[in-house]
């Protein structure tokens, strides 16, 4: 499984960490569940430096067969989001390699205070709607938050972000 940058909806530029933020954080909440193999973010950025894929976030469908063919995974997540005053919402598509079909949706919306709450909702969506197999365990550990502080986070996302632009 793969998980690409998402596509800024708001086109907000101040935003545009958030494109490589969720992503970040789904593959931190997908490595804790047992049995799910996440690619890693560094191969993920070499193919799309190679194959000149969109770095800002817009991944569509047919990218994301290529980019995930190129990567051997079997389902990329690809996403946005729009952030309207304190609001903020966070969209799925969970893509079959393969066939190039979408296999489930997610979304989750709430304020912006909340992010990790509504990434871990994703991550939960991702896990149910695919029928992977999900312990007690392996919710328990989606439940910690790798901060409590949204700065934190940004400046995360902000790193992410400089480390994509080289």
């Known amino acids: 499984m793969g998980v690409v940058p998402f596509e800024n909806g708001s086109q907000d530029p101040g935003l545009n960490w958030l494109s ?24 993920l950025k070499k193919i799309m430096q190679e194959q000149k894929f969109q770095a800002s976030g817009a991944v569509d469908d047919s ?27 966070l969209t799925a598509r969970f893509v079959d390699v393969q066939s190039g079909t979408v296999l489930q949706t997610a979304k989750s919306t ?11 909702e994703i ?10 197999p999900v312990s007690s365990q392996d919710l328990a550990a989606l439940a910690q938050q790798p901060t409590g502080s949204l700065e934190a986070y940004e400046h995360l ?3 992410v972000l400089l480390e994509s632009k080289e």
């Open 157 to 159: 996302g902000q790193g």
């Open 63 to 89: 990218t994301a067969v290529q980019m995930g063919k190129m990567l051997g995974a079997g389902v990329l997540v690809v996403g946005a989001f729009q952030k309207q005053a304190d609001q903020i919402r």
């Open 20 to 43: 490589f933020g969720i992503p970040e954080t789904l593959v931190a909440d997908l490595l804790r569940i047992k049995g799910v193999r996440v690619v890693e973010r560094l191969q």
């Open 110 to 120: 709430g304020k912006m205070d909340q992010i990790f709450d509504l990434q871990d």
């Open 123 to 132: 991550t939960r969506q991702l896990l149910t709607n695919l029928k992977l």
